[in-house]
């Protein structure tokens, strides 16, 4: 019997798919249950153990689909975080939403893709739906703006930073001739807050601009920047012959959940016609919520904008989204493939997404996000925000009263930052411990961060079927934990 006659009934479609979900789902279930909470305990060490005693990852035979699957499916389970578990609370890191899973088995079973019509018709057809939704929210025009459905905060700076260059040198032919522009006209230089994600750094490197060409922009007392010292730190870079391409303001520190003040950036850009990208990857959810959406006010006059839905959206990874407000934005980006997309066939009709991307092949992860927008709405997802951020506000208060903790500041979203305070010895080595030994016996994943040097730990609130008595018994866990490194030598 050959290979292909084993397979269980073919290579794809729906009905070959039903005995092998019955497995997955079992081996989830079983995998679950030895696991015993939000990871596996015993570190590092344990789960390369566990993973390698199934076997080889490449046997001169297989073993067959269903041993395959059910095997590797439990001990992947069994060794895996499972962010629907109230105790993990490290990062941003959500449970998918059920459906929305779902909705992502559906894209994998059909593997369009979204660089020719041909590949992806429906897919083309979603993502430009919900593109068109998710731009209306953010308050530009639906009939004008565009974007695309990217791999997550990290590809939306990059792509928006790709395109600030182009639009700042006035070449919309794309890299190559933008290129040699950069020598003739100066440096260039990205002007973004001190706490911005390192993405941004990095995207210039990648871009050839150079990771030193970020100027960092001094922040407030709340870790806001100052659109005093941005205006003047692009000023100061036009009369040393620099060219500044893109201010990038952050809707959504990693760690605090900072929302720098938009209006202000916005009005700073304006006066000096340098493209506005605001960075909403982790803040961008606050739109769903009527109570939050005030934050971001001032977004809508961004240039583009980055949000990724695998935060606040509770999608499976991966659902980031870029958005310019016009589409001729874009035309960097464009490119003629006789296999993909001829001009006759674009003319009549059949026009893929292949100058949205810089990836080629691109799964229709709009899909999932589809399915969930339709099945929620807005006030939907909006409750799930607020639930989350009412979790985050009991936990700083919880923390406030603890007479072994201290808070570092009020959150503004889902992210509360604290520590615990020993009586004595160094509170950044009880803190960095402590986490270990949560971690090392599987009964907490809690967060890691530094200010000034000094190490605090953080809670990263984004299960909405967490409650209060969860917050508070992992808030336990971590006093707990923080007496136990008293005694230890």
């Given amino acids: 019997m050959t290979v292909s006659d084993r397979l269980a009934g073919g290579v794809g479609g729906p009905e070959h798919l039903r005995p092998l979900l019955a497995t997955a789902l079992d081996a989830l279930g079983k995998g679950a249950v030895q696991r015993d909470g939000p990871l596996p305990a015993g570190g590092p060490d344990a789960v390369t153990r566990a993973v390698a005693d199934v076997g080889e990852a490449l046997p001169s035979g297989g073993v067959g689909e269903q041993q395959a699957l059910s095997e590797l499916a439990e001990v992947f ?18 449970p998918p939403l059920a459906v ?16 020719s019509w041909d590949q992806g018709p429906s897919g083309t057809v979603v993502e430009s739906s919900v593109l068109r939704a998710l731009a209306e929210l953010v308050g530009y025009h639906p009939d004008a703006a565009t974007g695309s459905i990217t791999s997550g905060g990290t590809e939306s700076n990059l792509t928006g930073l790709l395109l600030a260059r182009e639009h700042a040198l006035g070449d919309a032919a794309g890299v190559a001739p933008a290129a040699s522009g950069m020598r003739e006209r100066g440096p260039m230089r990205v002007f973004c807050s001190a706490e911005a994600h390192f993405s941004v ?8 601009i150079g990771e030193d060409s970020v100027i960092g922009v001094p922040v407030d007392d709340r870790h806001r920047m100052d659109p005093a010292a941005l205006e003047s730190s692009i000023v100061e870079a036009r009369e040393a012959g620099e060219v500044p391409i893109a201010v990038v303001a952050t809707a959504g520190t990693t760690d605090l959940g900072v929302i720098d003040p938009l209006v202000g950036i916005a009005d700073v850009a304006e006066r000096t016609g340098v ?29 583009s904008v980055a949000l990724d839905l695998h935060k606040l959206g509770w999608q499976p990874v991966a659902a980031g989204v870029l958005l310019t407000r016009d589409r001729a934005l874009f035309e960097p980006l464009e490119r003629r493939v006789a296999y993909l997309n001829t001009e006759d066939d674009e003319v009549a009709g059949y026009r893929g997404l292949l100058g949205r991307s810089l990836r080629t092949t691109r799964r229709p992860d ?22 989350c951020h009412d979790l985050a506000r009991h936990a700083a208060s919880h923390v ?8 570092y500041r009020d959150p ?19 803190n960095a411990k402590l986490r270990r030994r949560l971690l090392d016996s599987g009964r907490a994943v809690v967060g890691r961060t530094e200010f000034g040097d ?32 008293k005694a230890t030598p």
Avoid: M
């Fill in 77 to 94: 389970t069994a060794s895996a975080v499972d962010p629907a578990d109230p105790a993990c609370a490290a990062h941003l890191h959500a």
């Fill in 201 to 208: 750094a990095r995207a210039a490197g990648v871009l050839g």
């Fill in 366 to 387: 709009a899909f999932k996000i589809a399915v969930t927008l339709r099945a929620l709405g807005r006030d939907g997802l909006g409750e799930l925000v607020d639930r």
């Fill in 400 to 407: 406030s009263a603890h007479p072994r903790l201290e808070l």
């Fill in 100 to 115: 929305a899973v779902a909705a992502d088995l559906v894209a994998s079973t059909l593997n369009s893709s979204l660089d």
């Fill in 454 to 485: 000094a190490v605090w730990l953080k809670l990263t609130v984004l299960n909405p079927r967490a409650t209060e008595a969860d917050i508070e018994a992992l808030l336990a866990d971590v006093d707990a934990a923080g007496q136990k490194e």
């Fill in 275 to 303: 493209w506005l990208h605001v960075d909403a990857a982790y803040g961008g959810g606050a739109l769903f919520s009527e109570r939050l959406t005030p934050l971001l006010r001032g977004v809508r006059r961004a240039d």
């Fill in 412 to 430: 503004v979203l889902t992210t509360v930052v604290f520590r615990y305070l020993p009586e004595h010895g160094d509170p950044d080595g009880r």
